[in-house]
């Protein structure tokens, strides 16, 4: 146990008084995200990150598919522009739902390049920022906090998959889930309600995780039915 550590409860509520640091921890979090993939802000409409095509294309075919779904009717999950003419089941694909559907609606207005290259960035300025939130919520310290965020957000992890694999660049989740989870455990319905928001919500981002369960308990190769099963059992244990 850490010496002096602030239980829970006791660093929960944040005074209004704190309000204008994590403002500036957020500005702070966004412009490292600029400056870090600099010069992508200087070509948000025609460029992608990454070393050349590859991965970072499929991704950015996510939010073109998304927008003529919607705009046109079709089954999201669904396209006969792949593998035409039998068409193609996206259930398994790396869809990245979530953030193509923000793509679609909320930066609907802008290209589809560039609304892929904000879902980002704002994913980037999250990753830190959700960090920093936990670990401010743990220590009251800021500098600290900035320290756990900088830590996790610019993880050579999120740095490697930056050139192409952008669904797993989308981390903020996991600190927002880390303090959700333990109002929710104390019988907080709306911190159980955001916890369960947040783990769903992982699915439409980064569904290999969904389908690992699966494959780690029932083996090669993964699918959809395996994770399910494996799914259904784990809720049946809970009751």
């Known amino acids: 146990m850490v010496p002096h550590a602030r239980t829970w409860n006791q660093a929960s509520t944040s005074p209004p008084s704190r309000l204008p640091g994590h403002v500036a921890a957020a500005g702070a979090f966004a412009a490292l995200a600029v400056v870090w993939t600099f010069p992508l802000v200087r070509h948000l409409s025609t460029h992608l990150p990454g070393g050349g095509a590859g991965d970072n294309v499929d991704f950015l075919w996510n939010f073109w598919w998304m927008r003529m779904a919607l705009s ?51 994913s980037l300025s ?4 959700c960090a920093y939130l936990l670990a401010w919520r743990l220590t009251r310290d800021h500098g600290a906090a900035l320290i756990g965020g900088l830590v996790f957000g610019g993880s050579p992890y999120i740095a490697a998959h930056l050139n192409g694999h952008f669904n797993l660049t989308t981390a903020w989740m996991i600190p927002l889930f880390a303090m959700a989870a333990p109002e929710a455990i104390g019988g907080s319905m709306t911190w159980a309600v955001l916890a369960g928001l947040l783990l769903g919500s992982n699915n439409y981002i980064a569904n290999q995780v969904f389908l690992e369960i699966g494959g780690q308990r029932l083996g090669a190769p993964v699918s959809l039915e395996k994770s399910l099963k494996v799914a259904n059992e784990m809720l049946a244990k809970q009751g």
């Open 72 to 122: 046109s009717g079709f089954d999201v999950f669904q396209t006969a522009y792949l593998f035409v003419p039998a068409g193609a089941d996206l259930t398994l694909h790396t869809h990245t739902a979530l953030p193509a559907f923000v793509g679609a609606t909320i930066l609907g207005a802008f290209p589809v390049i560039a609304a892929q290259n904000l879902t980002i960035l704002l």
């Open 126 to 129: 999250l990753n830190g920022f």
